[in-house]
């Protein structure tokens, strides 16, 4: 879907949780019932086994975040909550398109995914699959433009996010090394 950049009603939530089963359902069954709207949702385990980072893109102007946030500290097996303004955030998605590509359109195509940075994933007669790792920002581009060669399939796999580190500490550690 294009535009899946987040406008100003969105609001990226990394959520720490314990790496159990049901948890993501009681986290997601939480939004629904409440009647906030999930724009973005991505979850896998973190450097401890025991813990999972869920990564929610929410639609603010549904539930305002801070009623957001407590109904999620309501919950048993959350850890923490970090807010994540954009300036203060690296955020990634990763894109996966069939795009139709016979032979006369192919090689344009193919230039487009590499100046963005893409890879050619797999070849067909009519179509290539395309695969972009970046930022909202750069799928959102890519992917319009893909649209006018016509795109036959495409997923995203949802935003992860993870906060700045602080330059201070860094400029500190660099001092010493």
Not at 30 to 53: K, M, Q, W
Not at 54 to 80: F, G, H, M, R
Not at 138 to 153: P, V
């Amino acid at each position: 879907m294009a535009g899946t950049s987040p406008a100003a009603g969105y609001h990226t939530l990394v959520v720490l949780v314990e790496n159990k089963p049901g948890v993501l359902a009681r986290v997601s069954s939480l939004f629904a019932r409440r009647g906030f709207n999930i724009h973005s949702l991505a979850v896998a385990p973190t450097e401890d086994d025991r813990l999972s980072r869920i990564t929610i893109v929410a639609d603010t102007e549904s539930a305002p975040l801070e009623q957001i946030t407590k109904q999620l500290y309501k919950l048993v097996n959350v850890v923490k909550i970090n807010e994540l303004a954009p300036g203060d955030a690296i955020e990634r998605e990763l894109l996966l398109a069939t795009v139709k590509a016979p032979p006369d359109t192919r090689t344009q195509v193919i230039e487009l995914t590499q100046i963005f940075g893409g890879k050619v994933m797999n070849v067909g007669a009519q179509e290539l699959m395309v695969s972009l790792a970046g930022t909202p920002s750069k799928l959102d581009d890519f992917e319009e433009l893909l649209r006018t060669f016509g795109i036959s399939a495409i997923q995203r796999s949802g935003r992860v996010a993870l906060p700045r580190l602080d330059r201070a500490q860094a400029a500190g550690l660099r001092s010493v090394c």
